[in-house]
């Protein structure tokens, strides 16, 4: 059975940094995209970062608003997608999904692309 749970989330002051993190079991991420999608309280999933595998190499996507801000990274050996969030803003509070998608390769940017979900960590910034 899979599993993704995520870690890392906190309350910080604008400004701030965190780094969250999604340990998955019984699935591979080698090859397979992972994303990491963003929701708040009466609002929908929305997509935030996400790592595929195109054309032998490694791709990742970031939604426009946190583009130079948030990196997206993976290690297989530890079969963990990470999620580097920089220069955090309070527009970014919201909890924070992992997801995993059962097809390989190309990066989804909607909640039905994905299969496979974690519970969410809540990322809360203070102004």
């Known amino acids: 059975q899979v599993y993704l749970v995520e870690s890392g989330g906190g309350m910080v002051q604008a400004g701030a940094s965190l780094r969250l993190s999604c340990q998955a079991s019984?699935?591979?991420?080698?090859?397979?995209?992972m994303a990491w999608f963003r929701q708040t309280p009466g609002g929908v999933r929305d997509f935030v970062a996400g790592?595929?595998?195109?054309?032998?190499?490694?791709?990742?996507e970031y939604t426009n608003s946190v583009r130079g801000r948030f990196i997206i990274s993976k290690d297989t050996a530890k079969n963990t997608v990470n999620l580097q969030m920089n220069n955090l803003n309070p527009e970014d509070t919201a909890v924070y999904y992992c997801?995993?998608?059962?097809?390989?390769?190309?990066?989804?940017?909607?909640?039905?692309?994905?299969?496979?979900w974690g519970r969410g960590t809540q990322v809360t910034v203070s102004s």
């Open positions: 997801a995993g998608r059962s097809t390989r390769g190309q990066i989804g940017r909607w909640e039905q692309n994905y299969t496979y």
């Open positions: 019984g699935m591979s991420f080698k090859y397979y995209a």
């Open positions: 790592i595929g595998w195109e054309s032998g190499g490694e791709t990742t």
